[in-house]
């Protein structure tokens, strides 16, 4: 084996998602988040995407909450699952996973009314619940759901 088929394939091998979907307790991870705001926050995004989606919290790895399924295949032939929409109470804020949130321009008119934010591609990040309006993040939550729910044919 020439040297750079070695090198494609360790890329491969390396390149495999850790971030899987696991069956340890939602519950138990939300109750462990440090500071108590932080965790009071997580609950409440909790049991707002659990109405929103219609679906049931699983864990993704040891730290994000994901709701629903999509399965991805890429034009390099790699293939997966991922989760439809979630969050993970990161130290820094709230990450909420809404991808692809860039693109989809009913989200930008959303996010002008949201509160304190910032967003990247496919996540929003949010430092405290307090600091946005509730009513607005339930929406976006409910655009992108029903935006990635049409793209994966499932919801």
């Known amino acids: 084996m020439d040297?750079?088929?070695c090198s494609e394939l360790?890329?491969?091998?390396?390149?495999?998602l850790k971030t899987k979907p696991n069956d340890l307790p939602v519950e138990d991870f939300l109750n462990s988040i440090e500071p108590e705001q932080k965790r009071k926050d997580s609950f409440l995004l909790l049991e707002m995407m659990k109405r929103t989606t219609g679906h049931e919290p699983q864990m993704w790895g040891d730290s994000i909450v994901g709701f629903g399924t999509y399965h991805y295949k890429y034009a390099s032939g790699r293939e997966g699952d991922w989760f439809l929409t979630g969050f993970s109470p990161r130290?820094?804020?709230?990450?909420i996973y809404l991808m692809p949130c860039a693109q989809n321009q009913k989200l930008t008119e959303l996010f002008k009314t949201l509160g304190k934010h910032k967003t990247s591609k496919a996540c929003l990040y949010i430092n405290k619940l307090a600091d946005i309006q509730l009513e607005v993040l339930e929406q976006i939550i409910l655009e992108s759901w029903k935006n990635n729910s049409n793209k994966s044919g499932k919801g």
Do not use: H
């Open 3 to 5: 040297l750079k088929v």
């Open 10 to 16: 360790k890329f491969y091998i390396m390149a495999e």
């Open 91 to 95: 130290k820094q804020n709230l990450s």
